[in-house]
Nanobody
Framework: QVQLAESGGGLVQAGGSLRLSCLYS???????????LGWYRQRPGQQRDLVAE???????NYADSVKGRFTISRDNSKNTVYLQMDNLKVDDTADYYC?????????????WGQGTQVTVSA
């Protein structure tokens, strides 16, 4: 399987920036079988929602609420996916999770990191 570890969360003032990192690991076969890497966020008592994702071809998808402010990128040589967050708003406060979706020939299941907290103050 694939393990994921997020880092980079913290406290920031509204209008500021943070960059989240997610290091993914596993066997060579497993990491080569990752189709899509993404970021989700979750507030207490609410569902986990997509923030941004990028597939193996570089195609991206963003939630409307973060378009123009967040940027997802991927560095396969470092086994890392990033989320650059600019012009942060108080409503961006949440736990952020890294995800990996696999090619179907490898697994029908996806994987999650443990999450990292982002708090935006007014």
């Amino acid at each position: 399987q694939v393990q994921l570890a997020e880092s980079g969360g913290g406290l920031v003032q509204a209008g500021g920036s943070l960059r989240l990192s997610c290091l993914y690991s596993g066997t060579t076969r497993a990491t080569s079988a990752i189709n899509t890497l993404g970021w989700y966020r979750q507030r207490p008592g609410q569902q986990r929602d997509l923030v941004a994702e990028m597939d193996s071809n570089g195609a991206t998808n963003y939630a409307d609420s973060v378009k123009g402010r967040f940027t997802i990128s991927r560095d396969n040589s470092k086994n890392t996916v990033y989320l650059q967050m600019d012009n942060l708003k108080v409503d961006d406060t949440a736990d952020y999770y890294c995800s990996a979706k696999m090619y179907s020939w490898f697994s029908p299941y996806g994987y999650w990191g443990q999450g990292t907290q982002v708090t935006v103050s007014a």
